[in-house]
């Protein structure tokens, strides 16, 4: 079984910043990516920032140059560093696991970002 928790969010003004941490635990093998998606109230969920096993990563536009993903302290560990957070970065920001035939959800963390 595996488990997927996030842990983070918050209330922060507008120009501030929070950073998103995501812990996976259980009988995971062979992770190819772990990623940062995001729903806002009456829209889809969207990727906000991804990392594949070898580094590389991947933002959305709206976030590049204001977010960074990296790889946490401890193993299957990955974080999201938000600066310069706008009202419209507000949503729950959820954690995925891609391990090639299946993916894996935490249940999400609520980011608000009052103007």
């Known amino acids: 079984q595996v488990h997927v928790m996030e842990s983070g969010g918050g209330l922060v003004q507008a120009g501030g910043s929070l950073r998103l941490s995501c812990l996976a635990s259980g009988s995971i093998f062979n992770i190819k990516i772990m990623g940062w998606y995001r729903q806002a109230p009456g829209k889809q969920r969207e990727l906000v920032a991804s990392m594949h096993s070898g580094g590389r990563t991947n933002y959305a536009d709206s976030v590049r140059g204001r977010f960074t993903i990296s790889r946490g302290n401890a193993k299957n560990m990955v974080d999201l560093q938000m600066n310069s957070l706008k009202p419209e970065d507000t949503a729950v920001y959820y954690c995925?696991?891609?391990?090639?035939?299946?993916?894996?959800w935490g249940k999400g963390t609520l980011v608000t970002v009052s103007s």
């Open positions: 995925n696991l891609d391990v090639g035939w299946t993916n894996y």
